[in-house]
Every structure is written in C-alpha cells, then in structure tokens.
C-alpha cells in the first residue's frame, strides 16, 4: 500500500523535531503536524521562558550582594513589560528556528492539530484533510493538570500563564511542592511578590534525596517563602481582586494570583487513540516498549506524552533513538538510568542518579559523604545560604550511585559530574581528581569523612 507519506509527526516539540528531521535527512518523506507553536512546552512554556524568568529574579539578589562588594546602586527599579517583552521576541526566535530547522530539513510542516482516523490515517482538523502515513510518531507532550474537582479552580492559573502575567503580583499562593511550585516561588520571591506556597505534604520535591528536599524547604522559607505544609485546597473564592485558597487543615491563604503546579498529563486527549488501536495507561499516557514502540506495531511515541521521564533532553533523545532505529539502519535505544536533573529553585538543585533511600534499598550498604557550608562568595554580603553536596557511594565496589548538589551552579556541575557516574567512577576515581580552587565543585573531590547517621554512632 502507498502512504502519502512514511513517516507523520504528532507535535512539534523537542522530540518529535528530532525525530523528524533524522527521519528526513536520511531520506524519508516526513510531515509534522504542529497545532501551536513549533518548539513544543520547553521552548514556549516551559523550560526556555522558565530560565529566562530565574534570571530576571535573581538580580534583585545580586543587588543585594554588590552592596557587600562596596557597589552602591541607586534607584535600581525592574520593568515587567521591557522584560517580557525581550523574553518574548527571544522565544519567537528560537521557535521561528525550530520550524524553519523542520523545513530545511525537507519536512513538510503543518500548522493545525491532526487526530488519528484509523492506523495509518490521519485527518487534519483545520483543513479537514487526511493523510495517510507508514509509520506514525505521537509526540504531543502535556499540559499542566489542575484539580477539577476543586470548587472555584477556574479562578487559578497554570504554568502557562505566568509566561504571560502583565504584571507581578503582590501576592501570590502556589499549590504544590514540585519542579514547577518551587521554581516559580523563587521566580516570583525574587521579582518582588509576597509567596506562599502550600503543600499537601511534609517537605516539598517528593521524590529528591530527603537531604536536598529539606535543605529546599529551609530555602525557600530563608528566602521569606511562606511555606504551609499538609494543605490540600478544597475551594477557591473570590472576594475583589482577592482570590482566597481554603485548605483542608481548615488554614486560608489569599492573593492576587494563585497558581496550580499539581503536575502535567500527557497530551492524549482528542488525539483518536482508540480509533488507531494504542494502549494508553489509567493516566491517558501512551504505552511504549524501548524502543518507544506502542502496541500498533508502526505507531511509535516519545516525550512526555509517554510519561517516563518527562525531561526536554529525554524526548530528544528518545525521538533520536526512534529515528536511528527505524530510518538510518542504526538500532539504537536509549538509556534512561542516570539522567542529570535539575531543579531551577533558588540556590539550584543538581542532581545524577539514586537518591540515598533508594541506593539503601537497592544495595543494602552505601557510604555517604555529604557536606554543608557557605560558599565563599557569601561571607562579605552577609548571606547565609547554604550549599550541599552529597555523593552516595555503593559500598561493594565503591561505586559513585548519586550525586546530589544544592547551591550556586550546581546544574552546570552535575551535568559534568553526569559524565563520570555514567562511566561507572567509584569514589576513588573522584579521589584521585586534583581539586579546582577555589570552587564549590571542588568539594566533589575533597570529600573524605563518611557520614553516619546518628542512629548507627557507637554510644559514648
Ligand atoms: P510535579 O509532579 O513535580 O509536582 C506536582 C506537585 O503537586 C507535587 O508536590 C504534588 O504533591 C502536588 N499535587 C498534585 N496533585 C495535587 C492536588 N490535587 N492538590 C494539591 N497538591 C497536589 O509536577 P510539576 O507540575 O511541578 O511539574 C511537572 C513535570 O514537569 C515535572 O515532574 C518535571 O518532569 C517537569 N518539569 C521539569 C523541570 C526541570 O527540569 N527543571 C521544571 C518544570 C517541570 P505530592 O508530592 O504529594 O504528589
């Protein structure tokens, strides 16, 4: 059977550009549907605009810290509208060149959302045109999910709001203690907004080694956060300008803005999955193996819309991986132990591999070397931020499992210690280093003393 084309493109984020480019640069006919905007989240609400905001916040520390310099800076003021302006015009840059990188590659791209009819076809919603491929990648990504079942949740925003916000705040509540409630909490904190922030549980970053999970509590709380714990909403009223959040531990907090970071689904909704076949899980993510193959054997689908790890350089790896496979006679899979992480809170989180519960769960013994101390840049402006780096070590074979960073860069150098946890380097390879000073990584190859916690100390 001849297909219009061999291969079609759901989205146009980092993964399914990747994948379609590869597929056409190795000479398949390729098309990508794309219903908003060429870039997908991170370039256009998420990781880009998100970076580009931290930035923006942390001046108004450095003001701050130039003061212990012997700097005097008079009247510094911040323009909401000169910022997101430059912002914006840089993010429509950058996705002007994620669809012309498509085009050049030979891909057709389509500007409209397309939905499966059966298998092999697809029907373009605008235009009302169908077209039919061999071979079929999902790479529709997701979108913040926010409780419906809260009375008054439309008085909320997501993430992609606050791309947009016209001015800052002068209170805001955020709901949720992950990636996106801290990092705005920062964001916001820093450009002038009072914050609070509530969460449902004890300490925020479920998930991160409980040492970086607590040194980011103690942060943000350091930072004038105001942070409420074991609060759930149940209701959002209005009162004025004045939306008020009522938790469940029967607390209140109120604010001009209120913003939901209660996680993203996959981007499945509408997309036709039944008709074409595809399995998808009680979350409405899409089933794969690994090789990002759905259970439709020619149906393939990579990104967040897979929810395995919902990461920018993930998706492109895996659409990469796909291409490689499936288009340049490369079989190729991707690995997804040990992928750097960062978490944009402010000082930053850096993190590559398993958290010290996990490594004690999964090896029995581990070694822990950790320290906490205040960066040298602090001590003349009075600062008392802490850093923490910690490095988990698999006892048998001295094998570095985790490395775990909070502190100034720390994202910049997990990313390089990512290389040696990736090539197996055991905490003698680290000893060995020379050390780089005077740095903060340096403490990565300094590091001697176990620590042990106190339950495990000989009584004196
Ligand atoms: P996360 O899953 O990280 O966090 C969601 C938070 O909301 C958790 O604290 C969760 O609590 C809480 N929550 C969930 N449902 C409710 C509810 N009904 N009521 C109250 N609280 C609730 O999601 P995010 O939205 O922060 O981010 C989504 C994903 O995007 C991340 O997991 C990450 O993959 C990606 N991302 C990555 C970034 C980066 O790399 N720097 C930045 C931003 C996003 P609990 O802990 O109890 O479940």
Known sequence: MAF???????????????ASRLAAMAGAKVAVAEEYRAGGTCVVRGCIPKKYMVYASEFARSLHHMKGYGWTVENATYDHNMFMDR???????????YARNVRNAGVEMIDERAEFEDAHTLRLVKSNRT??????LIATGGTPSLPVDIEGIELAVSSNEMFHLESIPEHIVIIGGGYIAV??????SGLGARVCLAYRGETVLRGF??????QVHEELKRKGVKVITHASPVKLTKDGDRITVHFSNGEMAGGDKVLFATGRDPNTDGLGLAKAGVKMNAKGAVIVDGSSRTNIAHIF???DVTDRVN???????????FAQSEFMNLPTTFDHKDIPHAVFAQPPVGVVGMTEADARKAFGMVDVYKTRFRPMKDMLTGDEERVLMKIVVRAEDERVVGVHIVGPDAPEIIQAVAIAVKMGATKADFDRTCALHPSIAEELVTLREKFVPSELKPQT
């Not at 990461?311 to 991986?321: D, N, S």
């Open 4 to 18: 219009d084309f061999d291969l079609f493109v759901i989205g146009a984020g980092s993964g399914g550009v990747r």
């Open 301 to 303: 689908a990579v990104g």
């Open 183 to 188: 990092e705005f909490a920062g964001i916001m």
């Open 87 to 97: 912002m914006h015009r840089e993010i429509d840059r950058l996705s002007g060149i």
């Open 311 to 321: 990461l920018t350089p993930v998706a492109i790896r895996e659409g990469q991986a």
């Open 131 to 136: 077209i039919t491929a061999g071979k079929i």
């Open 209 to 214: 080694d409980d040492d970086v999970r607590t």
